[in-house]
């Protein structure tokens, strides 16, 4: 070979290695906006890609097998809906929602209708003038028998309620006692230092630990 020949070049050229790094680069990026293109995706379309929502899902689920083994008188659509605002409204005011479903049973047997010999009624069994004073505090607009035996109205009312028993008695017992006999009767008794009766209590806990 001559020596003034010019060398052969066999490798790649400057210009070609800098094509091929910026092509992986340009890969890599592709394939990580792709990756959270999909993963945003699911997100919306798979109901229990959240661990939780998936809890929330099954508890509502929960909610409503319950309510579909007992005489509630409502339509299954409705069934669906008040499940998930039992769960709601038991979230927001730190209620388990099992413990509001066995409050129900015990205080209406899950019966719309029911009207106890006091005059309390719905779902949560409340008494007029409480609920009417309870509505005006959440801004629902009071219709009397109307609101009570709304059944979605009835459990944002009954559950608002018990938070403010529970925060007034500092005790959820003594809470659960005064929803059924009335928080001045309560603190009668513990004025005067008489027992309070606890079978209603019982009943409730009893309930609860089937569900």
């Not at 579909?68 to 299954?76: G, I, M």
């Not at 205080?107 to 949560?124: I, P, W």
Request: aromatic share 12%; hydrophobic share 40%.
């Amino acid at each position: 070979m001559d020596l003034n020949d010019p060398a052969i070049r066999t490798g790649h050229s400057p210009r070609s290695v800098n094509y091929i790094k910026n092509g992986c680069l340009l890969h890599r990026i592709f394939l990580k906006v792709a990756f959270f293109i999909v993963i945003f995706t699911l997100s919306f379309h798979l109901p229990y890609f959240s661990p939780e929502l998936y809890n929330k899902q099954k508890t509502i689920q929960e909610i409503l097998e319950v309510l579909e083994r007992h005489p509630t008188e409502l339509a299954n659509v409705t069934k669906e809906e008040l499940a998930k605002v039992i769960y709601e409204e038991a979230v927001r005011y730190n209620h388990d929602p099992k413990f509001i479903l066995a409050l129900i049973a015990i205080e209406s047997s899950f019966r719309n209708s029911s009207v106890s010999e006091k005059g309390a009624k719905g779902l949560m069994q409340i008494m007029p003038y409480v609920a009417e004073s309870l509505a005006q505090e959440l801004g629902i607009e009071w219709s009397g028998d109307r609101t009570l035996f709304n059944p979605f109205l009835n459990i944002k009312l009954g559950s608002y309620y018990l938070s403010l028993l529970i925060r007034d008695f500092e005790d959820h017992g003594l809470a659960l006692v005064a929803y059924n006999y009335g928080p001045t009767y309560v603190k009668g008794l513990i004025g005067r230092k008489i027992r309070i009766p606890h079978n209603y209590y019982r009943r409730v806990i009893n309930f609860y630990q089937t569900i």
